[in-house]
């Protein structure tokens, strides 16, 4: 069970506790415990059994998920929910005077808060999980040719952009289209300072975010080492720049996290677009985004680009 997760919840961690020590001092401090004879235990144990799972399920969802709103509202919802399921499993063992006998008909109130905010929680996972399967299918764009997927990022290879980018130089001409190549910085420090299994899982990590942010369309492929290629098809220049900034700027805020390794490791991207010319080839087109982006990255890394 991997529990690096949960240190990322600290405040969630005490809206649970918080839910449990108010329930309990509410209960302790406005009611006298009862006589053990008048103590229903098949309710004490129906009781106790929903507040427990209650605990049990924020418990899973705090090492399950990173923090987030969906994850908030999930752990909220449940912790309202606990709120009343403590007070009703106290109740079996205080006796609350007139003055305190309002605390019974409060305790629904907060469960069914509970499930509101649970109930608009589950509904932004199931979003979530529509995102998740539209990356998977992007996967699966047009028929799938196993020995021309790369190990590492489970993306296509070279070759296979370079058979899309022909049969798109083969349609009609209105059929335009941008192609743009990216290269992660500084990822040739990033092996050798963490190794190559971490940079491996990094390349992986780094290929669903590009394959997340672009459209359904869209193809992402591994060009090569840490430098990948888009085709975007129907797109000019000015959307393509938009599209590979919106991939950019996902990138740069991935907090990643290398193994042992108590501070994240942020990383950027340069990018380089092109866009489909007449008369143009497939050589022509990667050629020319391929150069543009080698100069860019001398022009902004020159100690890099010299290795």
């Known amino acids: ?28 401090g406005l009611g006298q415990l009862k006589n053990l004879s008048d103590i229903s235990w098949l309710d004490v144990l129906g009781e106790g059994s929903l507040g427990l799972l209650s605990i049990v399920w924020v418990f899973f969802i705090l090492i399950s998920r990173p923090p987030g709103r969906v994850t908030s509202a999930l752990v909220i919802g449940l912790c309202c929910f606990l709120f009343s399921a403590s007070l009703d499993f106290f109740d079996e063992f205080m006796a609350y ?37 539209q990356q998977l299918r992007n996967r699966e764009h047009g028929l799938r040719q196993h020995d ?33 190549m990216l290269d992660i910085d500084n990822f040739d420090q990033f092996n050798r300072q963490f190794g190559h299994a971490e940079g491996d899982r990094l390349l992986r990590q780094i290929s669903e975010l590009i394959v997340m942010n672009l459209r359904s369309s869209d193809l992402a492929c591994r060009y090569a080492g840490d430098r ?67 100069a860019s990255k001398q022009l902004l890394y020159p100690s890099e680009a010299a290795l």
């Open 97 to 133: 005077q007139e003055v305190a006998k309002g605390l019974s008909m409060f305790e629904s109130i907060p469960a069914a808060i509970g499930m509101l905010i649970m109930s608009y929680a589950l509904y932004q996972w199931h979003q979530e999980q529509l995102v998740l399967n």
């Open 148 to 180: 021309q997927i790369d190990f590492i990022t489970k993306l296509y290879g070279a070759d296979y952009m370079r058979g899309q980018i022909h049969n798109k130089l083969a349609a009609p001409p209105h059929s335009d289209f941008s192609v743009v």
């Open 228 to 294: 990948f290629v888009l085709l975007l098809p129907n797109t000019g220049k000015t959307l393509a720049l938009e599209l590979a900034e919106q991939v950019r700027q996902a990138i740069f805020h991935l907090a990643y996290k290398p193994h042992q390794h108590p501070q994240a490791i942020y990383h950027n991207l340069t990018f380089a677009i092109d866009s489909v010319r007449p008369g143009d080839t497939t050589d022509n087109i990667i050629n020319r985004v391929n150069q543009s982006l080698d």
């Open 1 to 28: 069970m991997n529990l690096s997760l949960l240190a990322r919840h600290p405040t969630l961690f005490s809206v649970l506790c918080g839910s449990l020590a108010v329930s309990s001092s509410l209960s302790l």
